[in-house]
């Protein structure tokens, strides 16, 4: 595989899905997994700021453990190679070439628990039925 068709694969990856099929995988992963972590909220300045970095093609979503030990995702920016953005070369403030580390990211708060999944309708972003 050239680096160009993997680049193209890691942009692309992702698509589209119906309601109603995001609605039941979320409901069979609920019901599979009771005490799980239901959901996270990323925001769009830090994936801008990820995918901002020189070379990213792609988000990496690594599940992880915080420093409270609740279950939390570590975010990084994927280079055209599958590889982490551990560093990348920038320009500071007075013209000099210098290393800059990639983002790491974390800090997400997960919303509170949401009440237990009787039927289908219970997940629906408030859509009419």
């Known amino acids: 595989m050239t ?4 680049k193209k694969n890691l942009a692309s990856v992702g698509e589209e899905i119906t309601h109603d099929l995001g609605i039941k995988m979320i409901k069979d992963y609920r019901n599979e997994n009771p005490s799980f ?11 801008e700021s ?13 599940n992880a453990i915080n420093e409270l030990g609740q ?19 920038a320009i500071n403030s007075i013209g000099e ?7 790491v ?9 949401p009440p ?3 039927r289908d309708s219970d997940i629906s972003w408030g859509l009419p039925e």
């Open 37 to 47: 972590v239901p959901s996270y909220q990323v925001g769009r300045n830090i994936i």
């Open 50 to 62: 990820i995918m901002a970095q020189p070379g990213c093609v792609a988000i990496r979503f690594y």
């Open 71 to 89: 279950k939390t995702l570590v975010y990084v920016g994927v280079n055209e190679n599958n590889e982490v953005i551990a560093e990348y070369v």
């Open 3 to 6: 680096k160009q068709t993997l």
């Open 97 to 103: 070439l210098h290393k800059q580390k990639g983002i």
């Open 116 to 118: 237990t999944i009787e």
């Open 105 to 113: 990211a974390d800090r997400i708060k997960p919303p509170p628990p």
